[in-house]
C-alpha cells in the first residue's frame, strides 16, 4: 500500500509525506520513504501563490508533523572552476511523454534523465563490468527544482559528477542545463549491493579507482 500525509503546512507551501509498504501477520515492511514540497502556482501569471483558505482546510485534515521521518542530506556544492576530475555531460532528449498537464517535463521523469546521466558515466568510466553476483542500488535521491522545462528539440544537458565516495557507496550530483540556464539540481546516493543476498557489499579498488576520475 500507499500512505500519504501532509508533514507541514505554511502559507505559500506545503510538504507531503509518503510510504510505500507491504502489511502482513508479521507486520510492516517499509520499502520506501518519501517526501515532496508543494507550491500553489498561478499558471495565467506566472508566479507562485498562497495557499487558499478553502485548500489549507482539506490539507489541514490529514496534517501529521510527527509521521515518519524522511532523511535528507545536505545539498551538494557545485564544481568549483579548476577542481579536479571530470563532469560527465550527458544530452537528453525531451519526449513528447516527459510532459505533464501543464505542458512542461513532468517533475518525476528528472529521475529518469538522472538515471540515463548515471548509467552512461558508469559506461563512460567502464565501473559496469562486474561480477553476476555484483551490483548497486540507489539508496537515496534528492531534486531541486528551478524552473519548468517546456517541450523543445533540442537535448538537455545533465552534469553528473561523485562528490563522495564511501567505502560502500557513493553519492552522484546533477545538474539539469541549457548553458547558462539551470532547471534542477539533485544528488543520488549509489549502494554496493551482494545480488545474492541483498546485502551491502564494499566497492572494489577497481570500481573506486575508475569513480575517482569523476570525484570532485
Do not use: C
Not at 509525506?17 to 506566472?46: I, K, N
Not at 559496469?128 to 540507489?138: C, F, K, M, Q, Y
Amino acid at each position: 500500500g500507499v500512505e500519504t500525509w501532509v508533514r507541514s503546512l505554511r502559507r505559500s507551501s506545503f510538504t507531503l509525506g509518503y510510504e510505500v509498504f507491504d502489511e502482513s501477520a508479521e507486520g510492516r515492511t517499509t520499502y520506501v520513504r518519501a517526501s515532496t514540497v508543494l507550491v500553489p502556482y498561478d499558471l495565467a501569471a506566472g508566479y507562485p501563490r498562497r495557499v487558499r483558505p478553502s485548500e489549507q482546510a482539506v490539507l489541514e485534515g490529514y496534517l501529521d508533523p510527527d509521521g515518519p521521518a524522511v532523511r535528507t542530506r545536505s545539498k551538494p556544492s557545485p564544481p568549483a572552476p579548476g577542481s579536479p576530475g571530470k563532469v560527465h555531460v550527458y544530452l537528453a532528449r525531451v519526449r513528447w511523454d516527459d510532459l505533464d498537464a501543464y505542458k512542461h517535463v513532468n517533475n518525476v521523469v528528472y529521475l529518469e534523465y538522472f538515471q540515463e546521466a548515471r548509467i552512461d558515466l558508469a559506461l563512460k568510466a567502464r565501473v559496469t563490468r562486474l561480477a553476476p553476483h555484483e551490483g548497486t542500488v540507489v539508496g537515496h535521491q534528492e531534486i531541486d527544482y528551478k524552473r519548468p522545462v517546456p517541450f523543445r528539440t533540442a537535448p538537455l544537458e545533465i552534469h553528473a559528477w561523485v562528490t563522495r565516495m564511501g567505502r560502500s557507496s557513493y553519492t552522484v550530483a546533477y545538474e539539469v542545463r541549457d548553458g547558462d540556464t539551470l532547471f534542477a539540481t539533485g544528488s543520488s546516493t549509489q549502494v554496493g549491493v551482494d545480488l545474492t543476498t541483498g546485502r551491502p557489499r564494499p566497492f572494489l579498488d577497481r570500481e573506486r579507482a575508475l569513480l575517482e576520475d569523476y570525484h570532485r
